[in-house]
């Protein structure tokens, strides 16, 4: 069925609604980052910003060494700010490493329950299915005493199984559809032709599923890099702090650094924003293949 060139005109107007509305903070951001903080909070209702400056991204990038004019005379500037290379390495670890365990763990799972086709594993994923809708904050008490006991606590490794655990579900959701619309006969194929499970499973499945993977992959890393809650209850020393952290460190009582977060925001965005325009290709095909059977 065509569209009329009213329902184009209006499908138009949405897009650039939506696109909008995701893009317009991002602006905001970019141009607060650029600026001193008497001129962020001087002149709020100007949209064009007048003198700009890279001295906030100089104090981030020298971790409070070099100040510059804009905080020259500041009396106070956050000592996080001191451990943002810190704070850029955990969040880089953590992130690579509930990427790759979430990957590994969710692809064996899920190719499990393809093959198995089992009633009780499908039963069990419906109920996985509610039990994420379950909010995140109510976990949080008994994992900090588990992790407690565990010793796991102010470690890097307590956030990725964690995060890992929280994320897994999700992978076993998307892969197992993706898996189950690959054509049973290559596998069987490979197993003729002398592979074992494993081994076809290796040889077949995966590269198959390169996209699925890629997408999946990519929304774990985002979720993982800017994940708060669980490094800010689980952590409290300064050394294992993650990004995501750090910004909300920059919220005091009685002070907020505006132009400072809006400056290391913008650097926590970059990593995602250039993982999503490398894989956009991965990513769309893999969010919507296997999403229909037949």
């Known amino acids: 069925m065509r569209k009329t060139p009213l ?3 209006l499908l138009h107007f949405a897009n650039i609604v939506v696109i909008g509305f995701i893009l317009l903070p991002m602006a905001a951001v970019v141009i607060g980052s650029l600026l001193a903080e008497k001129n962020l909070a001087g002149d709020t209702r100007s949209i ?3 003198e700009m400056t890279l001295d906030n991204f100089r104090v981030i990038v020298t971790q409070g060494a070099q100040r510059g004019q804009v905080f020259e005379q500041a009396t106070y500037l956050p000592d996080n700010v001191k451990k943002i290379y810190h704070a850029l390495w955990n ?7 509930v990427t790759l365990l979430t990957l590994i763990f969710a692809s064996l799972s899920a190719y499990t329950i393809v093959k198995l086709n089992l009633r009780w594993v499908a039963w069990l994923l419906t109920v996985n299915v509610f039990a ?3 909010p995140i904050i109510v976990l949080m ?5 588990v992790f407690r006991k565990l010793g796991l606590l102010n470690s890097m490794w307590g956030v990725v199984i964690a995060l890992t655990g929280f994320l897994l579900p999700y992978g076993i959701l998307i892969l197992v559809p993706y898996f189950a619309s690959i054509p049973k006969e290559l596998d069987e194929s490979a197993r003729i032709d002398g592979c074992t499970r494993f081994s076809a499973f290796l040889r077949i499945t995966l590269p198959l599923s390169t996209p699925a993977l890629a997408s999946y992959g990519a929304i774990v890393f985002i979720i993982a890099w800017n994940d708060l809650l669980i490094p800010l209850i689980l952590n ?5 702090m993650t990004l995501p952290v750090v910004i909300a460190s920059l919220v005091g009582d009685v ?3 505006f ?4 400056a290391i925001c913008l650097i926590a965005l970059t990593p995602s924003v250039v993982l999503v325009l490398l894989l956009r290709k991965f990513v769309v095909e893999g969010l919507t293949a296997g999403g229909v059977k037949g």
């Not at 969040?91 to 490493?97: G, Q, W």
């Not at 008490?141 to 005493?145: A, E, G, S, T, W």
Request: charged share 10%; glycine share 4%; net charge positive.
């Open 141 to 145: 008490i008994p994992l900090y005493v």
């Open 7 to 9: 329902q184009k005109l």
């Open 236 to 240: 409290n020393r300064a050394e294992f």
């Open 255 to 257: 002070f907020v650094v």
């Open 132 to 134: 994420r809708f379950v």
């Open 48 to 50: 064009i910003p007048g």
């Open 259 to 262: 132009n400072l977060m809006m």
């Open 91 to 97: 969040s880089t670890v953590i992130s690579i490493s």
